[in-house]
């Protein structure tokens, strides 16, 4: 059992079920687990195994057909929706699988999107991590003007901007090579003293530091 009382996020026999015709298929199905306040959590499983429908749920993008969300106790399914959005802008940070970035706003406009234009904090932070992330020079780019590793970069700056609660990472290294990709995944591990970082990956190698994985297969959790 599941206890959905306790620090962090739980997932509580959580299910994403599409209908179509007399035919469900479960995107996710019945997934149960607890992941701590702070640590780094990898995702893996093969294409069509749910990871991206799992963060979704994780991070109340979308709203489970059976089963429940908990953060820190409190149930996503309790909250309003506004109180839902303010969650996610406030305290969560997302890399999606497939990098979005405004075309009309500069890489570094981009990552500071959810700040206040006078935020000089947010500002510097922003100018801290494009250094980090080895990606100062493409600052004042706009994004079809850059690579896909690239474009992903900026979005990882503007997913850790905020110093959110959970970081929720889908294939963040995925346009990477493998020395970028490292060193990537070195920062975001490196995040896992401010909070939870929850990457999912189809590159072991990329977990390599990571204090749990978790494996799906068709929905379901697979026991290690
Ligand atoms: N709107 C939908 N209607 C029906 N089935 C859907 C819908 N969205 C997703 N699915 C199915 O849910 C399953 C899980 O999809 P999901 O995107 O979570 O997989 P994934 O593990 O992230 O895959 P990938 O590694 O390719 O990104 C897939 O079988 C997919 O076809
Ligand atoms: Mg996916």
Known sequence: MIDIKTEGLTADSLSLA?????????AVNHVSLSLPKFGFVGIMGPSGSGKSSLL???SG???????????????????????RVRLRRERFGFVFQQPFLFSYLTAFENALIGAPDDD????RHAVELFNRLGITQYRERYPHHLS????????????MLNNPSVIFADEPTAALDHATGHH?????????DRGLVIVVTHDPEMLAG????????????EED
Do not use: F, N
Not at 184 to 192: A, E, F, K, Q, S
């Open 61 to 83: 993008l979308k709203v489970p057909t059976e089963g429940g969300v908990y953060l820190d106790g409190v149930p996503y399914h309790r909250m309003a929706e506004r109180q």
């Open 120 to 123: 000089h904090r947010a500002r």
């Open 184 to 192: 990537v995944m070195d920062i975001l591990i490196g995040y896992r």
């Open 56 to 58: 979704y749920l994780l």
């Open 210 to 221: 990571s204090d749990v994985i978790y494996r799906l297969r068709d929905g379901e959790l």
């Open 18 to 26: 599409y209908y179509e015709g007399d035919a469900v298929t479960y």
């Open 148 to 159: 896909g590793g690239e474009r992903q970069r900026v979005c990882i700056a503007r997913a």
